[in-house]
């Protein structure tokens, strides 16, 4: 069962909102925003195409002011134009409805999407692809929900065993289907110790079970991941150990990447193994966990020295440049 959890607390001297998304009572998602703003994932806006750029394979799209995205060729298929084009294919000076698929992330611009989708609202979509067609670029035409909103929409309501809030605004906003935590003495973040959840989560080195331990870094190219053992061990159980190890690592890794949100290009060194089945055993239980993300992550190959890659789809900034932009 899901459960949810959006508390106000203290991070960096700043108040701010830490939503916890509980499976089965295992932390799996971690969000923080502000309380006066949030991401700009999931917006609409009209978008004014500033080039075109074949070699790139997209094309790059004005949608604020003062702010561009990458709107690539595979996501123009289902293009709402502001006015009517006989030739379909995207040009200099085209205004089009685009919505934000990525948030810009130090010297990568966000990505766009022109496939204008709101599940559910087909209604409230119809007309804001109407407003759109009639507002200059740089229009918003809609807001996304904050993360806790955006969870609750994402999984449904249904799905949540209980939803908690110390924060009056989210209580109201979800119109009854919250419980408001009104305890004065010990705050929400503190009874469920949400501080050193966070703390855990942005921390580099995380213990396993067997006594080995994950080193997460994150880089602007690629996050890497190495699983480190705390045993030597030699001869033929080499490899039944270190495959424990390794399937303990590749279940930890994938709550690690989901919980913080980690994103494009994953390098997860395991302990290299001889044994060709071994390889093949981990790569499908990696493969199983990667399915159980609800963010699209695909599992690539493993090497001869027991580098895996994989890639996520980047759907918001990781919770470790959430907390820097606080």
Partial sequence: MKKLIAAEMPVKGKSAYITVLYEDDVPVEIYADSPEEKTAVGDIYVGHIERVLDSAGGAFVRFKEDERGFLPFGRMKEAVFCSAKK???????????????????????????????????ENRLAEIKEKGIHRPAG??????????????EKYKKEAFSRIVTDVSKICDDLDGAADLYEDKMLSLYKLYDLQTLLERSLQKRVWLPSGGQLVIEQTEAFVSIDVNSSKA??????????????????????????????????????ISMKSKDAKKELIGYMKELAEQDPVYTSVIDITALGIMELTRHKVRKSLHRQIEEL
């Fill in 139 to 152: 229009t918003c035409l809609y807001k996304a929900p904050a993360p806790w909103k955006f969870l609750i």
């Fill in 233 to 270: 061990v030699k001869g033929k159980a080499a490899d039944e150990a270190f495959l424990k190890i390794n399937m303990e690592a590749a279940k930890e890794a994938a709550l690690q990447i989901r919980r913080r949100q980690l994103s494009g290009t994953i390098l997860v060194d395991f």
């Fill in 87 to 121: 030739d379909p294919a995207p040009k200099a000076g085209d205004e089009l409805l685009v919505r934000v698929e990525a948030e810009s992330y130090a010297n990568k611009q966000a990505v766009l999407n022109a496939k204008i989708k709101l599940p559910g609202e």
